[in-house]
């Protein structure tokens, strides 16, 4: 049963990936996502894994120390074109908000987030996909809802493909995720 969103990204995720896909997991985290699709990938391809938080980066360059297709970086998501090439991208994986149990400062925040999305968008191959996962429970996650969800709608469904996922009968800070998928 899919009782979480996060769950419910991976599933769409595993149908999407394909061995030899590069694969950015934008906000490394606990490296959760960055696990994830380094099963789905086994060998094959490549993540890189992006945090501001040194630790969290530390951590997953310890455990990923002998796998040559997962490279952590610490550096904010807003530079992911110093580390991806153009046209070269098949998924990106943003799971906004902060580490639960982790300094809250280190949060995304709207203008990072927007700068790097901007950024994803064009290194994206066509056909390539975006999950994005946004928390509205915290005042920067709000901000970034609240103007990047007008951003998304706006965009011409030739060139892009946005889809909602969000839940029904939960309260209005239950998480919200979008799957942007490039057309054109
Ligand atoms: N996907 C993670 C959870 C991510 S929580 C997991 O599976 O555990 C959000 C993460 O985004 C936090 O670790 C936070 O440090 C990171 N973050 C905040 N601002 C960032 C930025 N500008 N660039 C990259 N990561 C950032």
Redesign the pocket.
Known sequence: MITKLTEFNHVLLKAYIKKGMTIL?????????TAFVRECLGESGQVIA????EA?VIKAQEAWLTCKNVRCVHD???HVDEYVKEDTLDVAIY?????PG?DKC????LN?TLE?LEKTMRLLKVGGVISMTFYVGHSQGKEEYDYIMPFLKQLPPKQYHVLLCQYANQSANAPTSVWIEKKS
Do not use: F, K, Q
């Open positions: 997991d934008a906000t490394l985290g606990n490296g959760y996502d992006m945090d501001v938080n969290a904010g998501h807003e799971n906004l908000g902060y580490l982790s280190l949060t995304t925040r990072t790097s």
